[in-house]
């Protein structure tokens, strides 16, 4: 919602859509003495489907049509791995990760509206193509079947900077 002191009311506007994406990563485990290295290629796709809306007080709402968002990127890397055995047969796993991201393709930079019937287009800030891409993920498990994981993701660009932390549990039967 948004206030003006052109409309009566605020201007209120409702949209859904639906998005995916897929991914696929391919590398190779050398062993390296106690270390495991991996080289990884990978590439991701991403897309999103915005449904068009009509904002609330036309003629001073926004309309903004329907609109297709892709991004299709490209990773080269490299991650660090070790394991460690307690006496208590406790195994932790720490990994590191370091990589290149570079943008082939994206197009959520752009929005399409219309104000007063006149289309017009809003461009973000460009984050920038390319990104470095550090990880961090701890796992453990004391049986085969069962293992925690923690994990911390970042992506820095010239422009902008993602951190991601994840967790979770994984069994295997």
């Avoid at 660090?80 to 208590?88: E, M, P």
């Avoid at 932790?92 to 017009?120: C, I, Q, Y």
Wanted: charged share 15%; no cysteine; hydrophobic share 45%.
């Amino acid at each position: 919602m948004r206030d003006t002191v052109l409309t009566p009311a605020a201007i209120a506007g409702r949209t859904d859509g639906f998005g995916g994406g897929v991914a696929f990563e391919a590398g190779y485990r050398l062993p390296a003495g106690a270390l495991t290295v991996k080289p990884y290629a990978g590439i991701a796709w991403q897309g999103l489907r915005r449904n068009g809306y009509i904002e609330t007080q036309l003629p001073f709402g926004l309309i903004y049509p329907t609109q297709w968002f892709e991004k299709l990127t490209t990773t080269l890397g490299v991650s660090l791995a070790t394991q460690r055995r307690f006496a208590n047969g406790v195994v932790v796993m720490p990994e590191f990760k370091f990589g290149w991201g570079h943008d082939l393709r994206d197009t959520t930079l752009v929005s399409e509206a219309a104000l007063l019937d006149n289309a017009f287009t809003v461009a973000a800030a460009n984050p920038g193509r390319d990104a470095a891409l550090v990880g961090f993920k701890l796992a453990g498990w004391a049986t085969g079947n069962l293992r925690l994981f923690a994990a911390y993701d970042g992506e820095f660009r010239s422009n902008a900077a993602s951190h991601q932390l994840t967790g979770g549990l994984r069994y295997t039967w």
